[in-house]
């Protein structure tokens, strides 16, 4: 693996990780809480708990391989934390500006976006039709989103 190689492993990684898990965390505690504090805070704990536990399954996926230089094995590791903390942080801005159910759907729009792009690019480098890797990973999403909202409202009609 070359450093590039790296890179692109704990970048598209680390997106598509604090694409799904925010989006997920988000809708799910929106649905239970119905709290802005509530769902920032979550969004602040997946941002460092999520990233260093991704970063570490990556670190310990490339290490057991054993095709990887300690070198290439550090990047993805560290590319997989920097591209997981910073982006699960993004979402953090429409909670700041929106009220919580406009900046939940604005949430949603920008990470299904930011994964059609990811999809797209990913794709084109793999010379294949990037529809049909768009249309899987929009399928997971969407379906990680509605099961957390679907949770998200049974924690919530149990413990009221």
Avoid: Y
């Avoid at 492993?9 to 898990?21: C, E, P, R, V």
């Avoid at 979402?91 to 700041?96: G, M, W």
């Amino acid at each position: 693996m070359k450093d590039s190689s790296s890179i692109l492993t704990g970048l598209s990684f680390g997106l598509t990780s604090g694409i799904i898990t925010t989006l997920g965390l988000m809708v799910g505690l929106n649905a239970s809480t119905q709290s802005k504090s509530v769902v920032i805070g979550g969004i602040l704990t997946i941002a460092i708990a999520d990233a260093f536990s991704d970063a570490l399954g990556i670190h310990i996926s490339e290490e057991s391989e054993r095709k990887h230089t300690a070198k290439e094995i550090w990047i993805s590791t560290i590319v997989t934390f920097l591209s997981k903390f910073i982006f699960a942080l993004t979402f953090i801005v429409p909670v700041l500006f929106f009220n919580l159910s406009s900046s939940i759907i604005v949430s949603i729009i920008w990470g299904l976006t930011c994964l059609c792009i990811l999809s797209f690019f990913i794709s084109r480098k793999e010379k294949a039709s990037p529809w049909n890797s768009i249309f899987e990973h929009l399928l997971i999403a969407l379906i990680v989103i509605i099961i957390t909202n679907f949770v998200g409202q049974k924690i919530s009609s149990a413990f009221k």
